[in-house]
């Protein structure tokens, strides 16, 4: 396909031949008993023979709409049953769904639509006051379906046929597009194939313990690579268990959920995963079944791990990694202090990991530098994206993750912050993340963002956001500089400003926009 980046032939003939490519499809990851329930979703509650037979029909009213295979559609819905049956359709016929969050607007979807050439525009009718229909009405698509009231448009219901013969796609065609999730500028699409995303579920799966007996609660939204693949939905129905679809991770719809269907597995966000820590205090729901907890997307502090077991009572996993590809979990049988204090190590044997000081030179065993990969499941170039790529790749194919890591001689690695995310203050660079943990320790501290602000003197200086815990009061300068100096931080890393807030501003793909908060402090 244009504007694809293929993996170079000797190491798609190596990743065969060592058994990380096998001859599987997405559309084939339904492999649960035939009577057992496979989805939950609302009102929904669907056998693997049912969901099957769903994705089926659905396939075939995509080919009857003529919608096949290497045809682009954008889906924009939330977790629901909808979202499932239309994902495993699409795939099935050689079609790749472009993965769009329920909170991208006009820009954002717009911009997919364009880039990917997609044939078509699949969404949700509303979410609360927003109408995608009237959004829909200015895409530059062929077709536009509607999981809902259709309006003018094709109704999500109606496309449903008897399932026909079809060419299955190719294991190595692109079976699913996933955005990346930078925090600044649009999306960039990432081609997934078949081969490599279902060696990334699988390969999860066997890692996170996943069995016929496990009940995954879905609280990300159903379109993140974290909530799809990691192992996730997709990793959930390779080994015969049971999805869990909810709204939201708010306490008062996920505890519910757990209560009522045993949920065995949840993947969340640190901000859920602090939420979750304080709303077992009034929530009434029993939560016990819940056995391991996988938090991910950002670094989850070392003082807040340590907390899960006895407050939530399960097991907490550490996952760091990217759509893009690699990923980095904490064993279920790694000691406390790794589960605690790292995020994890490569998921398979075939991940290489390089870590690059600003020349690019490897650094000393336990230095911090920017983390390189290449593997059987990390991608080799963005889709369509030849400027950046030449950025984004060193020549021999490595991806430049922009993460700043070390890596311990277990080879678990510990995240220190972004490359981008320094703040140069005076010429000694203050890493963001790592001045935020230090401060998620403070009693009083519920969250914290770090920025920095540009100044005449200095170049820039930090301010730290902070989110109080309930009733908490506000920590003055002088006593968090008191603080972080017992934790054995260096003066240059003490933040100059401190500033409260609510709840922080967050991108479409749920991020921290450090971008609005700077723009908050910034010199008029």
Known sequence: ????????????????????WKDRLLGDVLRGDPSRTALVAGDDRLTYAELDARAARAAAG?????????????????????????????????????????????????????????????????????????????????????????????????????????????????????????????????????????YNLEASAGVCGFTPATVYLVVLPAAHNFALACPGILGVFATGGTVVLSPSGSPDEAFPLIERERATVCAVVPPIALLWLDAVSWQEEDISSLELLQVGGAK???????????????QVQQVFGMAEGLLNYTRLDDP??????????????????????????????????????????????YYRAAEHNARSFTPDGFYRTGDLVRRLPSGHLIVEGRE????????????????????LAHPAVHDAAVVGVPDPMMGERTCAFLILRDGGKAPALAEIKEFLRTRGLAAYKFPDRLETADAFPRTPVGKISKKTLAARVAPS
């Open 1 to 20: 396909m244009d504007g694809f980046t293929p993996w170079p032939a000797g190491l798609e003939a190596r990743y065969k031949a060592e058994g990380y």
């Open 62 to 198: 995509c080919l009857a709409l003529g919608i096949g295979r290497g045809d682009r559609v954008v889906v924009q819905l939330p977790n629901t049953a909808a979202f499932v049956v239309t994902f495993l359709a699409l795939v099935r016929i050689g079609a790749a769904p472009v993965l769009a969050l329920p909170a991208h607007r006009e820009s954002e979807i717009r911009y997919l639509c364009e880039l990917s050439e997609a044939r078509a525009y699949i969404c949700a009718d509303r979410d609360g006051d927003f109408d995608y229909r009237a959004m829909a009405r200015t895409l530059p698509v062929d077709r536009v379906i509607v999981d809902g009231d259709a309006g003018e448009f094709t109704p999500l219901a109606s496309v449903d046929a008897d399932p026909v013969e079809s060419t299955p796609p190719s294991p190595a065609d692109i079976g699913v597009f996933l955005l990346s999730g930078g925090t600044t500028g649009l999306p960039k699409l990432i081609p997934r194939t078949h081969r490599d995303y279902v």
């Open 300 to 314: 989850f502090a070392a003082e807040r791990a340590a907390e899960v077991p006895g407050t939530l009572g399960c």
């Open 336 to 381: 406390s202090d790794l589960v605690e204090q790292t995020q994890g190590r490569p998921l398979s044997p075939a991940d290489e990991i390089r870590i690059v000081d600003e020349d690019g030179e490897q650094v000393a065993p336990g230095d911090v530098g920017e983390l390189l990969t290449r593997g059987p499941y990390t991608l080799r170039g």
């Open 420 to 439: 981008k995310d320094q703040i140069n203050r005076g010429g000694d660079k203050v890493s963001a993340e790592e001045l935020e943990n230090h401060l």
